[in-house]
Nanobody, 128 residues
Framework: QVQLVESGGGLVQAGGSLRLSCAAS????????MGWFRQAPGSEREFVAA????????YYADSVKGRFTISRDNAKNMVYLQMNSLKPEDTAVFYC?????????????????????WGQGTQVTVSS
């Protein structure tokens, strides 16, 4: 069983930066991709970014492209989300997720249903 624990959330002013971390309880070797999602109050959980286990291919939601960067360290079983130029509309609970299945089209990892494991979430609040 894979357990994912997010950290790094907090309160930041608009224009600031935060780095979220996601620690896996066991090697992520068997998972094909990792992703970050977020859920704002009253909204559905939405895709933010995804990264493949091998090759390092990434994919981003249009709303964060150019501001957020996803990365992973397989040796440390860690996934990161560097968030720059934060906006108040980025305020949400951010979740880390892991997907076992390989999809040739990385866009498949934008869907919640493609992920098998989820963390408990970390709150990010951006003040104006």
């Amino acid at each position: 069983q894979v357990q994912l624990v997010e950290s790094g959330g907090g309160l930041v002013q608009a224009g600031g930066s935060l780095r979220l971390s996601c620690a896996a309880s066991r090697r992520t070797f068997s998972t094909s991709a990792m992703g970050w999602f977020r859920q704002a109050p009253g909204s559905e959980r939405e895709f933010v970014a995804a990264i493949r286990r091998t090759g390092g291919s990434t994919y981003y939601a249009d709303s964060v492209k150019g501001r957020f960067t996803i990365s992973r360290d397989n040796a440390k079983n860690m996934v990161y989300l560097q968030m720059n130029s934060l906006k108040p509309e980025d305020t949400a609970v951010f979740y880390c997720a892991a997907a076992n299945t390989y999809y040739s089209n990385i866009r498949a990892y934008t869907e919640n249903a493609k992920y098998d494991y989820w963390g408990q979430g970390t709150q990010v609040t951006v003040s104006s």
